[in-house]
């Protein structure tokens, strides 16, 4: 030691680099440590430690009676006369709307799906759901828009009002780019305003959207002073997901904490600005990872990759069943069907929605899955702060060709989930909780009378049944992989890029 001390000494610009280096490595270590923790707070809104005989309990239980659209039509609202256009109808959301609507006695005859994609959800293969009609429709584009919005109906619907769930969306969570701003502005933007125009002149006077939840997300930053960190906790490192900033003028880009968040903003107020007598409209906000189907990012991504590496175990977050998502939309719908109800409080606004209860952690989740499903799951563990370098780095890589244009044609593009790790996504997983106060208010109360279907551990737990019993003696090479909405969104990518080549 004394020898190092005299080398140190003789070298002040080898003594200045030791003390720097060992100062930035016990900030790193700082900065992981308060990334792997829970704030005290947070954690007396968390639901109980999920254990294997509570997991296997409630599935024993779900093996008897499960939780799916015929079992929970019951908690649905009233069927009304009506004729329905989903927009994302072969989705997680816009899927459920379709199915729930069958279920609580709606003909197919009277359903319309318009989607960029095929149908892929196997629950909807068959039964009345096989015979809703299907449009493969782009809604960037106001003429395919137009197109399937104005195709004639059958005779016995053809006179009934009309009304419009827009779901479809491009998700991508973790670019906070510019560019990433503009591929999605195509869809989420552009797209909802040819809607919007195609569901006035269709002659609809009901239009519920989904929103997102993420959108009242701010961008978490963990690299604070040390003091900071030896206090408290990174700056947004507990967030509330609500509908505040609604009631707000609408944040500059730069508060997002990504693109995608922006571009959901953006949409929602198109959609609550248009309400009117002869319109009425809203939105509601999913909080905040949307699962209950094999297609979802939250559970089913998990599912079809086998092995997950993770550094997000403590992490507290509050999630929603699509059923439960789609429901909320229903309720929204009984209000704004009422011809008076654009003056109502509920008309022009979004409610956020989540599961009826408590926040869970990510923890709990992979347990679920390790411990239920009968095809092979890991997990494996990462170190927080190490991944958020390698965040940034990623980050910056993806930029360097919008920065210096030469590049462009030099540097390899990213593929695959690579891509994906950039600073954003370290803001969606964190600590968020949200509540259904205001959604499950009394009409009277200006809320939507929302009551969740099912909560978080029987929701998860049926998504695993409903996979082992598609899986369970079936050979490896012959399960079924699932696309999630984020591959979607590549492949959307891939089309547009395809199409500016051949333009050029």
Same mark, same amino acid.
């Given at each position: 030691?004394?020898?190092?001390?005299?080398?140190?000494?003789?070298?002040?610009?080898?003594?200045?680099?030791?003390?720097?280096?060992?100062?930035?490595?016990?900030?790193?270590?700082?900065?992981?440590?308060?990334?792997?923790?829970?704030?005290?707070?947070?954690?007396?809104?968390?639901?109980?430690?999920?254990?294997?005989?509570?997991? +296997?309990?409630?599935?024993?239980?779900?093996? +008897?009676? %499960?939780?799916?659209?015929?079992?929970? +039509?019951?908690?649905?609202?009233?069927?009304?006369?009506?004729?329905?256009?989903?927009?994302?109808?072969?989705?997680?959301?816009?899927?459920?709307?379709?199915?729930?609507?069958?279920?609580?006695?709606?003909?197919?005859?009277?359903?319309?799906?318009?989607?960029?994609?095929?149908?892929?959800?196997?629950?909807?293969?068959?039964?009345?759901?096989?015979?809703?009609?299907?449009?493969?429709?782009?809604?960037?584009?106001?003429?395919?828009?137009?197109?399937?919005?104005?195709?004639?109906?059958? +005779?016995?619907?053809?006179?009934?009002?009309?009304?419009?769930?827009?779901?479809?969306?491009?998700?991508?969570?973790?670019?906070?780019?510019?560019?990433?701003?503009?591929?999605?502005?195509?869809?989420?933007?552009?797209?909802?305003?040819?809607?919007?125009?195609?569901?006035?002149?269709? $002659?609809?006077?009901?239009?519920?959207?989904?929103?997102?939840?993420?959108?009242?997300?701010?961008?978490?930053?963990?690299?604070?002073?040390?003091?900071?960190?030896?206090?408290?906790? %990174?700056?947004?490192?507990?967030?509330?997901?609500?509908?505040?900033?609604?009631?707000?003028?609408?944040? %500059?880009?730069?508060?997002?904490?990504?693109?995608?968040?922006?571009?959901?903003?953006?949409?929602?107020?198109?959609?609550?600005?248009?309400?009117?007598?002869?319109?009425?409209?809203?939105?509601?906000?999913?909080?905040?990872?949307?699962?209950?189907?094999?297609?979802?990012?939250?559970?089913?991504?998990?599912?079809?990759?086998?092995?997950?590496?993770?550094?997000?175990?403590?992490?507290?977050?509050?999630?929603?069943?699509?059923?439960?998502?789609?429901?909320?939309?229903?309720?929204?719908?009984?209000?704004?069907?009422?011809?008076?109800?654009?003056?109502?409080?509920?008309? $022009?606004?979004?409610?956020?929605?989540?599961?009826?209860?408590?926040?869970?952690?990510?923890?709990?989740?992979?347990?679920?899955?390790?411990?239920?499903?009968?095809?092979?799951?890991?997990?494996?563990?990462?170190?927080?702060?190490?991944?958020?370098?390698?965040?940034?780095?990623?980050?910056?890589?993806?930029?360097? %060709?919008?920065?210096?244009?030469?590049?462009?044609?030099?540097?390899?593009?990213?593929?695959?989930?690579?891509?994906?790790?950039?600073?954003?996504?370290?803001?969606?997983?964190?600590?968020?909780?949200?509540?259904?106060?205001?959604?499950?208010?009394?009409?009277?109360?200006?809320?939507?009378?929302?009551?969740?279907?099912?909560?978080?551990?029987?929701?998860?737990?049926?998504?695993?049944?409903?996979?082992?019993?598609?899986?369970?003696?079936?050979?490896?090479?012959?399960?079924?992989?699932?696309?999630?909405?984020?591959?979607?969104?590549?492949?959307?990518?891939?089309?547009?890029?395809?199409?500016?080549?051949?333009?050029?």
């Amino acid at each position: 030691m004394n020898a190092l001390v005299r080398a140190l000494a003789q070298s002040p610009l080898l003594g200045g680099a030791t003390i720097l280096i060992t100062a930035l490595v016990l900030y790193l270590a700082l900065v992981n440590r308060r990334m792997r923790s829970v704030p005290e707070d947070v954690l007396k809104l968390k639901q109980a430690t999920w254990t294997e005989k509570m997991l +296997k309990e409630t599935y024993a239980r779900l093996e +008897k009676d %499960p939780i799916n659209v015929e079992t929970t +039509k019951a908690g649905l609202p009233p069927k009304l006369d009506r004729r329905y256009i989903v927009t994302g109808g072969c989705g997680l959301v816009g899927g459920y709307l379709v199915l729930q609507l069958l279920a609580r006695g709606q003909s197919p005859e009277s359903i319309r799906i318009v989607d960029f994609q095929e149908m892929h959800r196997r629950d909807m293969l068959d039964g009345p759901a096989r015979d809703v009609e299907v449009i493969h429709t782009d809604i960037s584009s106001p003429a395919s828009t137009d197109a399937a919005f104005n195709k004639p109906w059958p +005779k016995s619907v053809a006179k009934l009002p009309l009304t419009v769930f827009h779901t479809a969306a491009v998700i991508v969570p973790s670019d906070r780019t510019q560019s990433a701003y503009r591929f999605l502005e195509r869809i989420n933007i552009e797209g909802t305003k040819n809607v919007l125009a195609a569901a006035r002149r269709a $002659g609809a006077d009901v239009l519920v959207s989904t929103a997102s939840a993420s959108i009242t997300i701010r961008f978490v930053e963990y690299f604070v002073a040390p003091w900071r960190l030896l206090t408290g906790w %990174p700056k947004n490192f507990v967030q509330q997901l609500n509908e505040d900033d609604f009631f707000r003028p609408l944040r %500059p880009f730069n508060q997002f904490f990504s693109a995608y968040a922006a571009s959901k903003a953006s949409a929602e107020r198109i959609i609550c600005d248009a309400n009117c007598e002869n319109l009425r409209t809203g939105t509601i906000r999913p909080a905040n990872g949307i699962y209950g189907h094999p297609t979802d990012n939250t559970v089913g991504q998990p599912l079809n990759s086998a092995v997950l590496p993770s550094w997000s175990y403590n992490i507290i977050n509050s999630f929603l069943h699509g059923m439960n998502c789609s429901v909320a939309h229903l309720h929204f719908e009984a209000i704004l069907a009422d011809p008076r109800s654009s003056t109502m409080p509920q008309a $022009g606004r979004p409610f956020s929605v989540t599961d009826p209860n408590g926040p869970i952690q990510f923890s709990d989740l992979w347990f679920a899955i390790e411990k239920l499903s009968v095809t092979p799951f890991r997990t494996v563990a990462l170190i927080p702060v190490q991944m958020l370098i390698m965040a940034y780095i990623v980050e910056a890589y993806i930029n360097l %060709p919008s920065r210096f244009p030469f590049l462009k044609n030099i540097l390899p593009t990213l593929k695959g989930d690579i891509k994906h790790l950039q600073p954003a996504l370290f803001s969606i997983v964190t600590h968020l909780y949200a509540t259904n106060d205001p959604a499950s208010k009394s009409v009277k109360e200006g809320g939507l009378g929302y009551r969740g279907l099912m909560t978080t551990l029987d929701g998860i737990v049926q998504e695993l049944l409903d996979w082992n019993l598609e899986h369970k003696g079936v050979d490896e090479s012959a399960w079924v992989k699932y696309r999630s909405s984020v591959s979607m969104a590549d492949d959307l990518d891939k089309i547009g890029t395809t199409a500016k080549t051949l333009q050029k």
